[in-house]
């Protein structure tokens, strides 16, 4: 195992601890990391009692139809956005009954950059479920890299983020 597999097993390892300690579910919902953010979390033995499942809405048509991203958002917006994340994390938990929700998507590269969304543009976004409200924190970042470097920190970035939730 690479040195920062093994970080990203003990971040998972840490995020499944503290929901289990506090008896909450999470669930995942990703784009540019293609479920990566998921696998580590199941790789965690017991994890079946603090993960609910992930959503892997590569497309624009999977956003809508799994996540209820509105078409709106997505023409006015485009996929990689703050409104964008900001919904998917929102259906993310809607769709998965969980109480916590990450969504991560981005332009991982070598190709789909657009003009103000370079290769390494990527939204994050965490959801916690209150009563009937959703608390909802997004982030955006630019990480540099190939493939393999921007979605690998954006699921560091990801597991770090669910555990200041």
């Not at 996540?67 to 703050?82: F, Y």
């Amino acid at each position: 195992m690479r040195g920062s597999d093994s970080d990203l097993a003990k971040l998972s390892a840490r995020v499944g601890r503290h929901l289990l300690a506090c008896g909450r579910r999470v669930a995942t919902a990703e784009s540019c990391t293609g479920g990566w953010i998921a696998k580590v979390l199941t790789d965690i033995a017991g994890s079946s009692q603090w993960f609910t499942e992930g959503f892997v809405t590569y497309s624009d048509e999977a956003k809508t139809l799994r996540l209820d991203v509105p078409r709106l958002v997505l023409r006015r917006h485009g996929a990689v956005s703050e409104a964008s994340v900001r919904a998917m994390v929102r259906g993310a938990l809607r769709h998965s009954g969980a109480h916590v929700a990450v969504a991560v998507t981005g332009i991982a590269g070598p190709g789909g950059a657009a003009p103000g969304k370079p290769v390494g543009t990527v939204w994050i976004g965490w959801a916690v479920r209150r009563g009937r409200s959703i608390g909802v924190a997004v982030q955006l970042r630019r990480f540099r890299g190939n493939r393999d470097a921007v979605r690998r920190k954006t699921v560091r970035l990801a597991l770090k983020g669910l555990l200041a939730l």
